[in-house]
């Protein structure tokens, strides 16, 4: 039989645990990230649900538990910085974002040919295969083209359509920021909220982060740190000090938002991670991410014809996905609530949960 060759954009998590699983079940993989090497920052991501044994499959899970942050629980403020309420984290691994993709792309590297700083300018499809050109490697044809390159996919974007028919800002931002030093609290999450912003402290593993995740209106080009600094005008709490980071030069910014497609798959080339489903960071979208690239791998490897599979692979990770797209509202709404009487229930909420967890 000959060998099938499938190219996967983006060597983040998504794209490096589908790596990892179409190489073992006898496909030549390449990978191309857009990047020069992987980023180091990012919120720290969950690992939890199907993506627990997804990986323990990989051999990975002490690795995982060993890069695990602090966390144990997460406690709400009011503006004097007394406590409102304490909630226990979720069961599973929680490990910065960052730490999770480097060890999948290290699992992943030594089957596959890694081209770093590199993307996908064009893609021409036939029944057999697509011809892929690269923005610096040779062309090339390959068998499938896995999109797995985020939000703002490049593969999408080509094979689909331009980013403004499939993403819809839903009225937030977020900008996250390293401490460079240990949190006041360094084993729970600090959530700190006025009407339209919440502002937190991750202590990490003894670098703390800080999160502004805020209500408003799709800016076209915005300053993030001038945005951000506006938007947390007279917030209170320990916002001015926490705002002074912002210069730093390892700021993250985007708008928060939503993924949503029709079908992922397009002849040959197919979705993956956020660039096919993303509600940003309310979906526990690296779990899903993980859970996805092993139910494509495995649909890949049952069914001979590539259609099928495909078809296989939406249909069952839709079931996982789909629920996160439709409770978004609800989510932003505890997270980020809107008014004042709006934050006053969801404190009151808050301690109630807080009190059965006790």
């Known amino acids: 039989m000959t060998e099938r060759r499938v190219l996967i954009s983006g060597a983040g998590i998504a794209g490096s645990t589908l790596a990892y699983w179409m190489a073992r079940t006898g496909w030549r993989v390449t990978v191309v990230e857009k990047a020069a090497a992987l980023r180091s920052s990012g919120n720290p991501v969950d690992v939890r649900h199907q993506a627990v044994d997804v990986a323990s499959a990989m051999g990975i899970t002490a690795a995982l538990r060993a890069a695990a942050t602090h966390a144990t629980g997460m406690r709400v403020l009011d503006a004097s910085g007394r406590s409102v309420a304490r909630l226990p984290m979720d069961s599973g691994t ?11 792309f290290e699992a992943a590297a030594a089957d596959a040919t890694i081209l770093m700083d590199d993307t996908v300018t064009e893609l021409t499809q036939d029944a057999g295969g697509v011809d892929v050109t690269f923005a610096h490697a040779r062309p090339a044809r390959f068998d499938l083209v896995v999109g797995a390159d985020g939000l703002h996919s490049t593969v999408r974007r080509l094979a689909f359509g331009p980013e403004r028919d499939f993403v819809q800002h839903l009225g937030l931002y977020v900008a996250t920021v390293s401490l460079g030093a240990p949190s006041w609290n360094p084993t729970e999450v600090l959530l700190y909220n006025t009407p339209g912003r919440l502002l937190s402290v991750h202590p990490g593993r003894g670098d703390a982060l800080a999160a502004f995740i805020f209500r408003h209106p799709w800016t076209p080009d915005p300053g993030p740190r001038d945005l951000v600094t506006s938007a947390y005008e007279n917030a209170g709490w320990r916002t001015r000090e926490l705002l002074t980071h912002l210069t730093t030069t390892d ?84 997270l980020v609530p809107r008014t004042r009487p709006g934050l006053t229930a969801r404190n009151a909420a808050a301690r109630v949960w807080s009190a059965r967890a006790a």
């Open 94 to 104: 929680e490990i910065p974002r960052g730490d999770l993709a480097s060890l999948l």
């Open 251 to 334: 700021l993250y910014f985007d708008a928060v938002s939503r993924v949503s497609l029709p079908s992922w798959t397009r002849g040959r080339v197919t979705l993956l991670g956020d660039a096919a489903s993303c509600v940003s960071l309310f979906g526990d979208g690296s779990s899903l991410a993980m859970a996805g690239a092993y139910t494509l791998a495995a649909a890949l490897t049952d069914e001979a014809d590539v259609a099928t599979a495909l078809r296989r692979y939406e249909t069952r990770h839709r079931t996982l996905t789909d629920p996160k797209q439709r409770h978004i509202g609800r989510t932003t709404g505890l």
